[in-house]
């Protein structure tokens, strides 16, 4: 089992900037794909950023792609989702997921086997 936890998403202008983190309980975060996701209210869950295990890869959204950055810190257990240039459309709850079954950037849900609980970003115009 894996927990993961997420940081305090939070209440940002149109144009800001945030940082969300994800730690992992897991000793064997360092062979995991990580992924960020969001669901906004009345939509489905879409892909955000992904990560391999090693950080060489990196897939993101059409919508966030030169706006946000995925990184990790394995000795940290850590993952972070950069966000800047935030948009009112970014507004959403975000959670980080972790892949078992992979360590390549995957972006479909399918491939994350261990999900947090879930944060708030909200941008306002």
């Known amino acids: 089992q894996v927990r993961l936890v997420e940081s305090r998403g939070g209440l940002v202008q149109a144009g800001g900037s945030l940082r969300l983190s994800c730690a992992a309980s897991?000793?064997?975060?360092?062979?995991?794909?990580m992924g960020w996701f969001r669901q906004a209210p009345g939509k489905e869950r879409e892909f955000v950023a992904a990560?391999?295990?090693?950080?060489?890869?990196?897939n993101y959204a059409d919508s966030v792609k030169g706006r946000f950055a995925i990184s990790r810190d394995n000795a940290e257990k850590t993952v972070y989702l950069q966000m800047h240039n935030l948009k009112p459309e970014d507004t959403a709850v975000y959670y980080c997921?972790?892949?078992?079954?992979?360590?390549?950037?995957?972006?479909?849900?399918?491939?994350?086997?261990?999900w947090g609980q879930g944060t708030q970003v909200t941008v306002s115009s």
């Open positions: 997921a972790a892949s078992t079954i992979t360590g390549t950037a995957a972006t479909l849900s399918g491939f994350y086997t261990f």
């Open positions: 897991e000793h064997t975060f360092d062979s995991y794909a």
């Open positions: 990560i391999s295990w090693d950080a060489v890869n990196t």
